[in-house]
T-cell receptor, first 115, second 117 residues
């Protein structure tokens, strides 16, 4: 079964600093990977996805992630944090055995941005 | 295009009761998936419906069921509610077509917050 692990349940950065949220995956086949963001009392919003087309994936709001097969990682980064980035972030892997319709999520990382 | 809508947004029920949650997907999306989100277990897949048929099911007891209508709208039902069923229930829709394995993007609704007392 495919799975993802997010390292660090809480990450705190200063406004303007680099954001790095870590995600490692476990998969016996090439995975499809996603990053979602959840603001308080809201659903999940897709930030970006990796589907093997390119290892560096750019998403919305200035976020990007790099797929590294050798490290089984798909870390999310943003060069300069903004106060509005404070939210919970989830890494997810798609289960291709079910035609990609089932997402398995990591535990989530709560990002705090300090002024 | 309107997003995924879920009704009601908040719900309070008593143990032993049953509840029905509703989800309207994005227009043109034929797949609807349901997820449960709790502080302890995180986000867990419940089931997916496509073309009015349940295609995939997560590891939840039979008290959790769902259905999909011809217009792709979906309902989820939980019978004999337990305190542990208190959660945010998220619905997601995607443009999945029949056949082939593709990671169709899933678009999530705002969720229904269910509290069981």
């Amino acid at each position: 079964a495919q799975s993802v692990t997010q390292l660090g349940s809480h990450v705190s950065v200063s406004e303007g600093a680099l954001v790095l949220l870590r995600c490692n995956y476990s998969s016996s086949v090439p995975p499809y990977l996603f990053w979602y963001v959840q603001y308080p009392n809201q659903g999940l919003q897709l930030l970006l996805k990796y589907t093997s087309a390119a290892t560096l994936v750019k998403g919305i709001n200035g976020f990007e992630a790099e797929f590294k097969k050798s490290e089984t990682s798909f870390h999310l980064t943003k060069p300069s944090a903004h106060m509005s980035d404070a939210a919970e972030y989830f890494c997810a892997v798609s289960d291709l055995e079910t035609s990609g319709s089932r997402l398995t999520f990591g535990e989530g990382t709560q990002l705090t941005v300090n002024p | 295009k309107a997003g995924v809508t879920q009704t009601p947004r908040y719900l309070i029920k008593t143990r032993g009761q049953q509840v029905t949650l509703s989800c309207s997907p994005i227009s043109g999306h034929r797949s609807v998936s349901w997820y449960q989100q709790t502080p302890g277990q995180g986000l867990q897949f419940l089931f997916e419906y496509f073309s009015e048929t349940q295609r995939n099911k997560g590891n939840f007891p039979g008290r959790f069921s769902g259905r999909q209508f011809s217009n792709s709208r979906s309902e989820m039902n939980v019978s004999t509610l337990e305190l542990g069923d208190s959660a945010l229930y998220l619905c997601a829709s995607s443009i999945r077509t029949s056949g082939g394995a593709n990671p169709y993007e899933q678009y999530f609704g705002p969720g229904t917050r269910l509290t069981v007392t």
